[in-house]
């Protein structure tokens, strides 16, 4: 059990778990580049001890794997599954008293210490004194990758009305005001927007604390997707194995065990531009307009260390927080939406824009002939709930006569074409919102979803090969079932409309291709079929449902849209954001890092 970030630091080092990097590194594009190779690597975190224009450490890859998170939490990670598993099923403790003693004194870490003032060896400092790390080339500026960011409800003022998410931070860059300001970034259903709702209706700016490091546990209860009525900060104390210390300076709450505290206010009505960003889908998330925290103070320990991490296009150091999470949390999604045996978003589409899911099929014994019922209502509970509502796509399907796992993703996604009916089996909904960050939509938050239901019997076999139907078309096999097409460049959307629909005739003319349900068109079909990755990627972080799904013999039958052959135009609009692409310069600086002798010479070895 970690007191601070330094302790854990320490243990992993003394473990061998992480590397000290002696050398100066310039936190403009070189850190972000040494943190990619490393996890890469899946090699060890980083201590960089010579951050270029800052007196202050920075550490990175912390949770680079789940072997090294599990080494992490290895003194509380049971206990606390257990609380979460009480959590969904409290009757367990009530029928085996003697067994849920251990959980009993566990859960008296959850709730928060009030201390006063700051802590001893905690002082006021400048925000341009924390170092601005710059990840990617086209980023607007510095940015806090791992924040804590603290909130209270106006109504309901304390730590046990708060919330505590990872909302990421824009230090400097823009319009900002040098020391005085910094940029948010969140959807306004996230916690901090709904006490920022209240706030504005109150008329008065909402409170707001950034903390920064700390033990590792409070780190990842900013991301963590918990029970209702389980706060971050318990769960910080839980997972801590020490509960969480905090005081009240100048009304901001501040931690007492961060290793850097951002406080300030947000006042109803101010923004400014915030980004771009190399974001988590792999591309730039664009400049917009989002909440502007005026800064009060900001505070430092000695000798403090700043956590953060890199995102990108999957797999990234968040594909093992992902992991993490879905091991802490266990089944607690099956709590949250009845009839869900698992869902699983899909990290190598970036997450947030692909959805599989196994529910139950219940209804089916009132029914003549087997096909999605109750996988219906589930879809619509799932896409209801969380941050599962930020899904454009969700396949969809009940378990018959064999087990199924969501993240073997072919063999999934397989059997769901093999048995969806798609004049039958699509369900769309329109002008809907989406995942801020992803902009293949109509508009900033704006976009469509569907879901692809399967249940019953057989209906096709997939190919295995490119069908003779589709052999003019510059086709390539990528899985079972789908072929990649790739075509000229997109222009506008008036002119798609009219290659795909020329594309469906010219199909329609060469026959049915009953083996290949799904058609994807694209910019290149050699990488769409290199790997399953990159076509889960570019197809599903590409389109966008209600404007890019098209189909051979398509047709409307009482406001229901069906086909003989899907196709889903994948290729990069004009509205896209741009893919992240390294600098190749600072590619070849940071090579003088894994040379024989330099510090990370053994992780290219």
């Known amino acids: 059990m970690y007191r601070n970030l330094e302790e854990c630091i320490v243990d992993l080092e003394k473990n061998g778990h992480l590397v000290r990097i002696k050398e100066e590194v310039d936190p403009y594009l070189e850190m972000a580049s040494i943190h990619l190779k490393a996890y890469e690597a899946q090699g060890p975190a980083l201590l960089f001890e010579n951050v270029k224009g800052s007196k202050y450490r920075a550490v990175s890859n912390l949770f680079g794997t789940v072997e090294r998170s599990k080494f992490i939490f290895r003194d509380t990670m049971e206990s606390v599954q257990d609380i979460i598993a009480l959590r969904n ?128 546990a409070h780190t990842l209860s900013a991301v963590m997707p918990l029970p209702e009525g389980l706060s971050e900060m318990t769960f910080a104390g839980l997972l801590a194995g020490r509960r969480f210390r905090y005081s009240y300076v100048d009304g901001f709450c501040v931690s007492q065990d961060a290793d850097f505290v951002i406080t300030g206010e947000i006042h109803p009505g101010e923004t ?113 709930t969380g941050q599962l509502s930020l899904a454009k796509y969700l396949f969809i399907t009940a378990e018959e006569d064999k087990p199924l796992d969501t993240r073997k993703e072919e063999d999934f996604l397989t059997y769901i074409l093999e048995r969806m009916d798609l004049h039958r089996d699509l369900h769309f909904q329109t002008n809907t919102t989406i995942d801020t960050l992803d902009y293949s939509g109509t508009g900033l938050n704006t976009g469509s979803k569907v879901v692809f239901a399967a249940y019953g019997e057989k209906k096709r076999d997939l190919c295995t090969d490119v069908p003779e139907a589709l052999q003019e078309f510059q086709a390539k096999w990528v899985m ?29 003319a060469k026959g049915p291709v009953p083996t290949c349900p799904m058609i994807i068109l694209c910019d290149n079909s050699a990488f769409m079929s ?20 098209h189909g051979v013999n398509s047709y409307y039958e009482n406001k229901h849209w069906g086909c003989d052959n899907l196709i889903i135009d994948a290729r990069i609009k004009t509205h896209h954001a741009p893919p992240l692409v390294l600098d190749p310069t600072v590619e070849k600086n940071v090579e003088r890092f894994f040379v024989k002798g330099a510090s990370l010479g053994e992780l290219k070895g």
Not at 164 to 177: F, S
């Open 272 to 384: 400014k531009p915030e980004g771009p960003f190399g974001d988590h889908l792999g591309y730039y998330s664009l400049t917009h307009e989002f909440p502007l925290m005026k800064v009060h103070k900001v505070f430092a320990r000695t000798n403090a260390i700043l956590p953060f991490t890199v995102v990108g296009r999957p797999p990234q150091e968040d594909t093992s927080f992902g992991d993490l999470i879905h091991e802490i949390t266990g089944s607690a999604i099956k709590q949250e939406v009845p009839g869900v045996k698992e869902v699983h978003a899909v990290d190598a589409a970036g997450v947030h824009p692909l959805l599989f899911a196994i529910g139950s099929e219940r209804y089916t014994p009132y029914q003549t002939v087997k096909q999605p019922a109750e996988i219906l209502t589930i879809a619509n509970r799932i896409l209801g």
């Open 89 to 216: 099923d409290p009757m367990k403790a009530l029928k085996n008293p003697i067994k849920h003693v251990k959980t009993g004194f566990t859960a008296t870490t959850a709730l928060p210490a009030k201390k006063s003032g700051l802590p001893a060896g905690m002082e006021e400092i400048k925000l341009s004194d924390i170092p601005s790390i710059k990840h990617w080339p086209m980023d607007g500026g510095g940015f806090i990758t791992l924040p804590q960011v603290y909130s209270e409800d106006p109504e309901k003022p304390g730590i046990m009305n708060s919330n505590l998410g990872m909302y990421r931070v824009q230090l400097d860059g823009n319009e900002y005001v040098k020391d005085q300001e910094v940029g948010l970034h969140y959807q306004i259903h996230r916690g901090i927007g709904v006490h920022q709702d209240k706030a504005v209706k109150k008329g008065e700016p909402l409170k707001v604390s950034i903390f920064i490091g700390g033990p590792p």
């Open 530 to 549: 290199e790997n399953v990755s990159n076509f889960l990627w570019a197809t599903f972080t590409r389109s966008n449902p209600s404007h890019d799904i």
């Open 480 to 508: 079972p079932g789908v072929v990649a097409i790739q075509t000229s460049e997109y222009k506008d959307y008036a002119l798609a409309q009219q290659e795909l629909k020329e594309l469906s005739e010219a199909i329609q």
